[in-house]
């Protein structure tokens, strides 16, 4: 028998998150669940980062923006995965590294069953008062992702938003996706690009992808913050990814960017918003980003 705290099944069954330990998870989650019952989302999330003493205030001012305004981000990234797509009402849509739950929270408000999956059960309390406050339901489970509590072909839809480059093995997450697809089923990601000339992803230094891995975590350890454990990802590595599954892409684009994030953004951040825009908008720009944009929008199909 697998646990169960606050109706969130643990199926984790000796994985663990690549930041806590499952027992300092546990107990952040429990701090978390407490706070949820007497504040709002946005006031449980702030107080998970004021607690967080692994994090130096500025990252978590920028984790907190980004959890809030991904709500919007992902009901972007859900029109677009679903865009070409051939699904029934009440289809069913797991949210891989669901992580606070926006992807779950835009799935559920298009008419999706939604099953959000993350390794770290503090991610998953967050989810659950998002749904709440919300008024959406969703069906939530810890669990690997390469290791999905699913059968196979019994979903939909599997999708992710930056989960992919920080697994130890984007290769098994991506054959287990397909494994739960059904036939005809649609895998989207979102991933940070490896080559992006932009800040880095998690500690904001300027072509973190191009200065590899050692330098970017000297750069966070002297900076104070938490160092990424993850591994950034190319068009031709999610390619490769892709060809070993029975995944047949559909498309790789720029992920899009919401009024929201552009507008919690710096002035300068805003302007090179504006200028992705423009840039997205034709063919040869959206092949520029997918070389040295900040993010991937990976879309496939289950064919075989």
Known sequence: MYPVRWGIPDLRDGATDPYLTNDEDLRAAERLWNESQRSIFAETLESY???????????????AHGAMAAEWRS?????????????????????????TGPLSLAASRAGFDVYGVDIG????????????????RFTLACADAARLPFDDGSMDVVASEGLL?????????????ARALRQRGRFCAVTANRWSVGPDPHVGLPLGGWLGEGLVKRYAGWRGMVPPRRHLLDTRE????????????RRIVPTPVSDAQRAGAPAVVRLGVDAYRVVARNAAGRAALRAIGPTLLVIADRTG
């Open 49 to 63: 980062y004021r607690t967080n003493t692994r994090v130096t205030a500025a990252q978590a001012r920028q984790f």
């Open 75 to 99: 009901q972007g990234v859900l029109d677009e995965c679903l865009r070409d797509a051939a699904l029934a009402p009440f289809s069913a849509f797991a949210d891989v590294g669901c992580g």
């Open 121 to 136: 059960l503090r991610w998953l309390v967050l989810a659950a008062a998002r749904a709440r406050e919300a008024g959406a």
């Open 165 to 177: 480059e920080n697994v130890p093995s984007a290769g098994a997450v991506v054959e287990e996706a």
């Open 238 to 249: 999610v390619r490769t990814l892709l060809r070993r599954t029975p995944l047949v892409e």
